[in-house]
């Protein structure tokens, strides 16, 4: 058996508002195996339809989305999905990375936290250690 039949799928979504950053993460999961990217949504109503829908494994999330609730970022979507879907591996991928916002994410149940501008190329590797 090959090993890539071994390893179990991993079903991603994307949530962030900028069209760039979702093409980028989505061209880099097309290069990997046993990955199936989903689509992106741009704010906190679309990510909870688009999870609802497809019943991803891993979410990749910003903090900074668009939404119509006050005050409502990617660390309100964080809380509600960890509370909706515990076994979902949640991965913040910001531009927001002081420590602040990096410890406040950890303690809200984020299994990881990238800084978007030194951190894009460790989600490959920490997907592949997320699928053993």
Known sequence: MSESILQPQLKIVTVDDSPIIAERV?????????????GNASNISEALSLIKTHEPNV???????????????GITLLIILRKK??????????N????????????FGADY????????DKIPDTLRKIMI
């Open 59 to 73: 979410v990749i999330l910003d903090i900074h989305l668009e939404d119509n609730l006050l005050k409502a970022n």
């Open 113 to 120: 936290f990238f800084d978007k501008s030194d951190d894009f």
């Open 96 to 107: 927001m990375a002081e420590d602040q916002y990096r410890h406040t994410c950890i303690d």
């Open 85 to 94: 879907y515990p076994g979902l591996k949640i991965i913040i991928l910001t």
């Open 26 to 38: 989505e061209a880099m999961l097309s290069d990997m195996n046993n990955v199936t990217f989903l």
